[in-house]
């Protein structure tokens, strides 16, 4: 079975520009979550989405950054304007609801290079 | 409240010795504790996890002791090998949210 898909892998851009990440979640899962990952701050939750819809975007840092998920099957993450302190390793994960708890399952991360 | 605390940050052990990684909590309404191991370049993954009611949970060489009073839980890992050279996360689980400890380097020595 294919798991969580993120594209691109690696993004280099300057600042100012627009950064557009891609997630398709685990086919039949109906939780998204979308995580950053740095050296200081370690692995934090931006945002999370059931059945399509936003639950939590408390982690999101601030205006810059948007999310969406148009349907079961995609989401992305926006940051725009680009800040070189947006560099970090983005993660998208997804996971289902059969049981009372079921794991989350990660993504292989778009690593970003803000310059 | 929503903090969990790991240690240590790095962790050396020798092939077949035993890696103990510790977390701690604070929010007694966090419900699951799960364990992630990342490798460089790669998401998270699930190891193991455990639920509060239960005091230890083994799978294979890999075992988690939950000690609910004082909102503490450990991995242990038995007989570790290279390949388990890896990051470690513990995590803690409410209402569909995981909060991470800051993760463990853990390398195994031949």
């Known amino acids: 079975d294919a798991g969580v898909i993120q594209s691109p892998r690696h993004e280099v851009t300057e600042m100012g520009q627009e950064v557009t990440l891609r997630c398709k979640p685990i086919?039949?899962?109906?939780?998204l979550f979308w995580y950053r990952q740095t050296m200081m701050r370690g692995l934090e939750l931006l945002i999370y989405?059931?059945?399509?819809?936003?639950?939590?975007d408390s982690g999101m840092p601030e205006d810059r950054f948007s999310a969406k998920m148009p349907n079961a099957s995609f989401s992305t993450l926006k940051i725009q304007p680009s800040e070189p302190r947006d560099s970090a390793v983005y993660f998208c994960?997804?996971?289902?609801?059969?049981?009372?708890?079921?794991?989350?399952?990660f993504g292989d991360g778009t690593r970003l290079s803000i310059l | 409240q929503q903090q969990v605390k790991q240690s240590p940050q790095s962790l050396i052990v020798q092939k077949g010795g035993i890696s103990i990684i510790n977390c701690a909590y604070e929010?007694?309404?966090?419900?699951?504790f799960p364990w992630y191991q990342q490798f460089p370049g790669k998401g998270p993954a699930l190891l193991i996890a455990?639920?509060?009611?239960?005091s230890e949970k083994k799978e294979g060489r890999f075992t988690i002791s939950f000690n609910k009073s004082a909102k503490q839980f450990s991995l242990h890992i038995m007989d570790s090998q290279p390949g388990d050279s890896a990051t470690y996360f513990c995590?803690?689980?409410?209402?569909?949210?995981?909060?991470f400890g800051q993760g463990t380097r853990l390398t195994i020595n031949p």
């Open positions: 994960a997804s996971s289902g609801d059969r049981a009372w708890w079921e794991p989350q399952h």
């Open positions: 086919s039949g899962h109906n939780s």
């Open positions: 989405f059931n059945n399509n819809v936003p639950i939590d």
């Open positions: 929010n007694t309404a966090f419900d699951y």
């Open positions: 455990i639920r509060p009611d239960v």
């Open positions: 995590a803690a689980n409410r209402a569909q949210k995981l909060v």
